[in-house]
């Protein structure tokens, strides 16, 4: 079994920052994707970035240029560093973790922008 635990949501004003982790620990083969979705309310889920272990980085349009994904593969751990937040960025961000061929979500955190 994985576990992924996350941290660093928050409340934070309008073009603040924040920097989400999702660490993953357990019986860990191999993790071939390591990614970040949000969820607002009355919204779907939808993917924010993602960071597959062949190097490729995916941002959503809303977030490219504000948003950036990384991950420490030694700690198998994914980071999201969000600068210039939005209000409308205010939702839970969920980390994915793609381990072996089986996926896991996080937990959430929440993230509020105050305007």
């Known amino acids: 079994q994985v576990q992924l635990v996350e941290s660093g949501g928050g409340l934070v004003q309008a073009g603040g920052s924040l920097r989400l982790s999702c660490a993953a620990s357990?019986?860990?083969?191999?993790?071939?994707?390591m990614g970040w979705y949000r969820q607002a309310p009355g919204k779907q889920r939808e993917l924010v970035a993602g960071?597959?272990?062949?190097?490729?980085?995916t941002y959503a349009d809303s977030v490219k240029g504000r948003f950036t994904i990384s991950r420490d593969n030694a700690k198998n751990t994914v980071y999201l560093q969000m600068n210039s937040l939005k209000p409308e960025d205010t939702a839970v961000y969920y980390c994915?973790?793609?381990?072996?061929?089986?996926?896991?979500w996080g937990q959430g955190t929440q993230v509020t922008v105050s305007s």
């Open positions: 960071n597959s272990s062949g190097g490729i980085i």
């Open positions: 357990g019986n860990i083969f191999r993790i071939n994707y």
């Open positions: 994915y973790v793609d381990e072996g061929g089986s996926g896991r």
